[in-house]
């Protein structure tokens, strides 16, 4: 059978390999998909060695998807601009693509209902999940998109980089007081740590939809608080990851699977 991994640090907690065989078995693949740990100065060395074993391809996770984008020789422009990418194909080369903020919007759109067109946007956090879901929130042609991190610089570099794509601004978490948006979304791992990035309430006071691209069986630490401070809808990352997911599969096997059974039975799997 075709072989694939996702590679993670840590990485028992995956759902993908769930994902891919509910993929596999829906669209009659042979395929095995396993989970991989590196340590975090050993992403090369994992990669080289699974490609070595006749591997066909990688799905890459936090925290080692701009290290994977520095891996490959040959990059999707969506991951060229991301700066960060999520999925490998292995050949001769290296192919390297991003299917994170596909993933994000089809959750978004098709599962959710969220028309992202002419509305305000907050992306917190500005590492490489935020990287990798830039490039199509701005071709959703939103009034415009903040990314707000605790670190203001990074944001504003992210903000550079993107000028040119649509209406983009970078702040620090302390510039948002008495801000509203629509769309809220956390790109950070804060929920991993319990822990909720300190935002003032009024962002999602309005009736905003807060997605959280962290998931759980639980609500996450910060759709609690969303929630719990006015918003009208909250949605974890289970639904993206599925969808991102469909993106990678497609790269791989050049067919696209079904992904709202899939979203249906990992949430009957993931209730308490």
Request: glycine letters at 10%; hydrophobic letters at 40%; a negative charge.
């Amino acid at each position: 059978m075709d072989s694939y991994a996702v590679f993670g640090h840590p990485i028992d907690h995956s759902l993908s390999p769930r994902i891919h065989a509910l993929f596999a078995e829906e669209t009659a693949q042979q395929i095995e998909y396993t989970r991989r740990e590196p340590p975090l100065d050993g992403l090369a060395e994992a990669i080289a060695a699974f490609r070595a074993e006749g591997a066909h391809g990688a799905n890459i996770t936090v925290p080692f998807k701009e290290q994977a984008w520095a891996l490959a020789d040959q990059r999707s422009d969506r991951a060229e601009r991301a700066g960060a990418v999520n999925t490998l194909i292995f050949g001769e080369s290296v192919y390297a693509d991003n299917t994170d903020g596909e993933g994000l919007i089809n959750d978004l759109r098709n599962n959710l209902g969220v028309g992202l067109a002419g509305k305000r946007i907050l992306l917190i956090g500005a590492g490489g999940a935020a990287g990798g879901v830039l490039m199509p929130l701005l071709d959703e042609n939103p009034a415009t998109l903040v990314i707000a991190n605790r670190t203001p610089e990074r944001a504003q570099t992210l903000t550079r980089a993107f000028a040119d794509a649509g209406s983009i601004e970078g702040c620090g978490l302390d510039d948002l007081s008495g801000e509203r948006f629509e769309v809220v979304i956390n790109a950070t791992s804060s929920g991993l740590e319990g822990d909720v990035p300190d935002l003032p309430a009024s962002i999602v006071g309005d009736g905003a939809t807060a997605f959280d691209m962290l998931y759980g069986a639980e609500p996450t630490p910060f759709l609690r608080w969303a929630e719990a401070n006015g918003a009208y809808r909250t949605r974890d990352g289970l639904g993206m990851l599925v969808e991102q997911a469909a993106g990678a599969f497609e790269l791989w096997r050049r067919i696209r699977p079904s992904t709202a059974p899939v979203i249906e039975t990992l949430r009957n799997d993931t209730r308490p």
